[in-house]
């Protein structure tokens, strides 16, 4: 089982309006027609080509212990209407407090490289239970997704070299900070600062010292020789306090005492000036003084387009510490995800499609009950097929392009396929074995090598292939005309 994050009921923590659809659910006696309701964004975060899906482990924590307590029905008994009487009435609060999430939630792993409008997460459950998720569901799939998407292209501009997470003091908060740091290891960060994470949930911690230690003692050589008294095995000198080449001369001297001693310096850690022309300096130096293996780390206002800026200038820079424009997803704050119904059961208890419209097509939702199969050949990926299983088996020659009905992509049967969404909660009982957030940094990065790199690429990247098949396209469309009074062309 995964380390828990949140411990205790988080019932509350959803929008008002949730509770007072609930309430209106429960009065009008439709709380219990089951629904469907999908969990995706519609635009890449960054202008990237992908994003890396997470958020899921937090989830089932908060479905696991998802109930409503005295405390917070006493609150919720507190809440007043416009003429000042009780919002909700007392028979309410009974319903609420047996209430458990007892319905089937299918999800895409941590660590699977999703594309805009296919579902993250598909909830089935009474209406009234599967409403009051959707804010929960999105507040801790979109942070997560976001945030292990940027961590994955920080590493890969990284191409391979150690990304260390340093963002907790500039994260939104608390969760922010813990979460994100999370969400930055599934992405591929190999360790964080943030200690608690590391208690929390096993995420390997490091770090290396602040200005602070030299300033403290006003004289770098020696604040460097202190350093290594007080904590010879783990040495990685901070060296631009006062004149950055003179400190990596300081640290080599420090390096030295410690080898004498019977230790090892592990490196020097550059924060400021042109990275590019100092990390080269200080390899050159470490080279010289026989400390070929002392790691440099680099930091200061990084991210993936400033790592491969330096790359391509060959900074000599072999651990990359991250922290602001990482843990905040600087460039893009929020992940526009959303949560939509797509399908309910009807007084008879049999199915019926649901499509909200929109004057943006690309907006217009996607009805039925969908499942997503991802194709590929030789290990490559092809495309990805949303189906609607209420349609049955989907047909599996073409995917069709929603927002541009010409683009379509070929399949053919030579070709392997997988199911994205994975049962995760059936009938209310968890049935998904979670992996280890090791495991699923592992999947971020098999899962990426599997795409072309011109889907993978930071600037500019390539579409790929995401749509319908053709039956769930026509019916889209059907209901599209039908919503809008017209017939149907074809
Ligand atoms: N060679 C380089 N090429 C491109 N970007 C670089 C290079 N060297 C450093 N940078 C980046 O340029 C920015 C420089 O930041 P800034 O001008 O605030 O100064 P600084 O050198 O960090 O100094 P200080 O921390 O003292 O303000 C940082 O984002 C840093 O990562
Ligand atoms: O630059 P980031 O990616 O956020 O990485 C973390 C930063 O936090 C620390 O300094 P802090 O920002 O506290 O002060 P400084 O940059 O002014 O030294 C550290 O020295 C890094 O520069
Ligand atoms: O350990 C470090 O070097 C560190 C930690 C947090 C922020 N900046 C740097």
């Known amino acids: 089982m995964l380390p828990t994050v949140y411990r205790g009921s988080l019932a509350l923590l959803t929008d008002l309006y949730q509770l007072t659809m609930a309430y209106g659910y429960w009065k009008r006696r439709r709380a219990d027609r089951l629904a469907t309701f999908h969990l995706f964004f519609r635009k890449l975060p960054f202008e990237g080509g992908y994003a890396v899906a997470a958020g899921l482990g937090l989830a089932i924590d908060y479905l696991r212990q998802f109930r409503f307590d005295d405390e917070d029905l006493s609150y919720l008994a507190t809440l007043r209407g416009n003429d000042d009487r009780p919002l909700f009435e007392e028979g309410f609060f009974d319903y609420l407090a047996q209430l458990r999430f007892n319905g ?30 959707e804010t929960p569901l999105l507040n801790l799939i979109n942070f997560s997704t976001l945030i292990a998407t940027k961590s994955a292209r920080i590493c890969q501009a990284a191409q391979g070299e150690s990304v260390l997470e340093f963002g907790l003091r500039r994260a939104q908060g608390i969760d922010g900070g813990l979460t994100g740091a999370r969400a930055a290891f599934i992405g591929g960060a190999g360790a964080t600062s943030n200690v608690l994470a590391g208690k929390i949930l096993g995420i390997p911690v490091r770090g290396t010292h602040a200005h602070s230690w030299v300033m403290a003692y006003g004289d770098e050589p020696q604040a460097f020789a202190e350093y290594a008294e007080a904590m ?36 020097i850690r550059l924060d400021s000036g042109d990275l590019a022309y100092l990390s080269s300096e200080a390899r ?80 217009t939702t996607i009805p039925g009950r969908l499942q997503v199969k991802r194709y590929s050949r030789d290990g490559r990926v092809v495309g990805d097929l949303m189906y609607d299983e209420l349609l049955g088996e989907p047909n599996e020659k073409v995917i069709i392009d929603p927002a541009d009905p010409a683009r379509r992509k070929k399949l053919s049967a030579a070709m392997e396929c997988e199911t994205l969404l994975q049962p995760i909660v059936r009938q209310g009982e968890i049935v998904y074995q979670s992996p280890t957030l090791a495991e699923m940094q592992a999947r971020t990065q098999t899962e990426l090598a599997r795409f072309h790199p011109s889907v993978r690429r930071l600037l500019n990247p390539h579409g790929y292939p995401v749509g319908l098949d053709r039956k769930l396209y026509r019916e889209r469309e059907r209901m599209i005309q039908a919503a809008r009074g017209l017939e149907q062309e074809d």
């Open 104 to 133: 089937d939630l299918e999800a895409v792993a941590e660590g699977t490289v999703v594309f805009p409008n296919q579902p993250l997460v598909r909830v089935t459950a009474p209406l009234l239970v599967a409403q009051l998720l």
């Open 232 to 267: 010879p095995n783990n040495c990685v000198f901070l060296v631009d306090t006062y004149d950055t080449l003179e400190g990596v001369r300081h640290a080599i001297e420090a390096g030295k005492e410690l080898r004498q001693r019977g230790h090892k310096m592990v490196g």
């Open 284 to 363: 050159r130096m470490l080279d010289e003084a026989g400390f070929p293996e002392a790691a440099i780390v680099g930091s200061s206002d990084l991210d993936e387009y400033v790592i491969q800026s330096l790359k391509q200038q060959g900074a000599k820079i072999s651990v990359w510490g991250v922290g602001t424009r990482l843990a905040t997803a600087y460039d893009q704050p929020a992940l526009g995800g959303v949560y939509k119904l797509a399908a309910i059961q009807n007084e008879q208890g049999e199915w019926e499609r649901r499509i909200k419209l929109s004057e943006q097509r690309i907006k």
